[in-house]
């Protein structure tokens, strides 16, 4: 599985942007997508997840109000809808995903199995 992210870029506080990320190999594989995100000297964090098979969705409490993940199936691409960024949503920004199939839906790092290479989202002041 080979994913590809894109859409960030440089965004004034108070903007959106839409990243997207491309799935692509054995994706069939896929029971679930991931976003998170890195911001410099800070760990990395989860964003949100959603599952392949049911739908489920999953938002972490410090984008939840401000985000929307949905897929394309057909596409097979992974969206993040971002709103009202500030410059503490400065960072790289990466998706996942995950192979094991796991109801309730699961949004750790760690049980991720694949990671594109991010997209860097700097939001200015």
């Known amino acids: 599985v080979q994913l590809q992210a894109s859409g960030g870029g440089l965004v004034q506080a108070g903007g959106s942007l839409r990243l997207s990320c491309a799935a692509s190999?054995?994706?069939?594989?896929?029971?679930?997508m991931a976003w998170f995100r890195q911001a410099p000297g800070k760990p990395r964090e989860a964003i949100a997840c959603?599952?392949?098979?049911?739908?489920?969705?999953m938002y972490s409490d410090s984008m939840k109000s401000r985000t929307t993940i949905s897929s394309d199936n057909a596409k097979k691409t992974v969206y993040l809808q971002m709103t009202s960024l500030n410059t503490d949503d400065t960072a790289v920004y990466y998706c996942?995903?995950?192979?094991?199939?796991?109801?309730?839906?699961?949004?750790?790092?760690?049980?991720?199995?694949?990671w594109g290479e991010g997209t860097q989202v700097t939001v200015s002041s």
């Open positions: 959603i599952s392949g098979r049911n739908g489920e969705i």
């Open positions: 996942a995903s995950r192979i094991t199939y796991h109801s309730p839906l699961q949004c750790h790092e760690f049980v991720m199995d694949y």
């Open positions: 190999g054995n994706i069939f594989s896929i029971n679930a």
